[in-house]
Structure formats: structure tokens, C-alpha cells
């Protein structure tokens, strides 16, 4: 492995460790969609999905409430328990 490389797995390994100490519950999601580079119509989109987190509209409310709980966003991000 190249010196780049783990340059780079150690810089992103140090974002998830900050936004775990910073967020240690839940992740709000324009803090989620900072980390990935996404607009926030984007990680509502990928909410909304199913992909990620939960999503919900109250009675009689025009929008909806999201919620990413941390530890299904680091999971999900660094892909924990992937066999392929």
C-alpha cells in the first residue's frame, strides 16, 4: 500500500472519529451530508430510501423529521459487515 493511500485512510479514519465524538447518538443530517459531500435534498433522499436512518411526517405536518442514529451511519459508511 502506497504512502498516499494510507495517508488517506488514516485522514478519513480521523473524520469518523471526530463525528463519533461529536455526535455520539445521532448524526443531524446537514452534518451527514457535509461528511459525504452531498447536498442536504440528497441525504434526505437516501433517508427516505430506506438506506439510512428514519424518516417520518407527523399528522397534519407538511414536512418530515429525520433521524440518523451514529452508529448505522458508521456502519453503513465504513461498510461494517460487508461480505463482499
Request: hydrophobic share 45%; glycine share 8%.
Amino acid at each position: 500500500m502506497t504512502n498516499v493511500i494510507k495517508e488517506f485512510l488514516e485522514a478519513d479514519e480521523r473524520k469518523v472519529e471526530e463525528l463519533i465524538a461529536e455526535y455520539p447518538v445521532s448524526i443531524p443530517t446537514a452534518e451527514a451530508a457535509k461528511f459525504l459531500g452531498i447536498n442536504n435534498a440528497s441525504m434526505r433522499a437516501v433517508i427516505d430510501s430506506g438506506s439510512l436512518g428514519l424518516s417520518w411526517r407527523k399528522e397534519g405536518a407538511l414536512n418530515k423529521g429525520f433521524f440518523i442514529p451514529t452508529a448505522s451511519f458508521i456502519r453503513w459508511y465504513l461498510r461494517y459487515g460487508d461480505q463482499g
